[in-house]
């Protein structure tokens, strides 16, 4: 049997928080909705939260909230998951795409500017794979940011404290006005499906929650997803440790061979281990054969990204039209334990 690219990471305690809520006389949106939001509001720093049934639901609500006028531009990665691109012109936005750097799978200082002429009003800011984009650099051009930290939570980058030297730990998601942080599946934290919607500052949650407070029943996280969620943050530290202790076994195999991964936009950042991308030197098929004849399961990162789903919308996205055909995905979850993961490593130092 192939080892899976992706695997939960939901063990007992999960299992057991979420068995307590089906027993209990409710399982829609209730009080563990209104606990997790508590705990997503300490573990990030941030004023005001809301828990809702999806990534697109949150993404509403933000757009909702920052009230830009129709047919604005929102200017999003060519490697942002393909949702998001559909939800802005459901909503009457104009998707403005923007191709990345090689070396990161992140947008650029350079191509946010080149949006902002082509109309982009707003910077819907996807943190691809983990990675950490440059913040000071997208602040500075005055831009209206909502991040996406789906892929990216936990990941901190240290910044200036005021006008001294003094330097301090700054999370990611708390640089735009609201950030999505997805709950779904293959996102770093996992609610079976669902997604936060944080406001890191006051004057953002004040606005937001006047829609909140609005919204339906059926857009808000019910509590059996919110139990599951709630523990999966708890032990967010432990799984990270164990991601952190995998890649850097992997590391060192890769850089045996001829392949490369990604790295960071920005400088004094530590980012989260989300997979692990191999940007591919060779053939895709000939490395997929070869990590098969081993029995691991390989992925094509982007698949499901906007590149991917719609070539028409990035024609000017050689970079990124790239990454799609030559990057890759290798098995890395704490559930797979440092035996499985040496097995991996041997396999990425000797790729074809």
Known sequence: MKIPVFSSTIRRKEMDAVLSCMVSERIGPGELNIRLVQQIKEQFAVDGCAALRSPAIALKYALKAVDLPAESGVMISALAPAWQFYVIKELGFKPVVLDVAAETALVTVAAVEEGMKNGGRLLLL???????????????????????????????????????????????????????????????????????LLAPKRREWIVLKKFIDEAPVTDILPDINSALASVQIKERSRNEQIRREMRELYIRSLMQGRHATFMNAADNATNVVYSFPVLLSSGLKDVKQYAARKEIDLENAFDNS??????????????????????????LYPRLGMATAAK?????????
């Open 344 to 352: 991996i490593a041997k396999v990425l130092a000797t790729l074809p």
């Open 126 to 196: 996807h943190e691809t794979l983990g990675l950490v984009p440059d913040f000071a650099g997208l602040s500075a051009l005055g831009i209206p940011i909502i991040e996406d930290i789906s892929q990216n939570a936990g990941a901190v980058l240290g910044v200036k404290a005021g006008d001294s030297d003094e330097i301090v730990e700054q999370n990611a998601g708390t640089f735009g006005l609201y950030t999505i942080l997805g709950l779904e599946e293959q996102d770093i934290l996992t609610a079976g499906g669902g997604a936060a």
């Open 306 to 331: 906007v590149a991917a789903k719609y070539e028409e919308a990035v024609e000017n996205c050689p970079v990124a039209k790239s990454l799609v055909l030559r990057t890759v995905l290798f098995p």
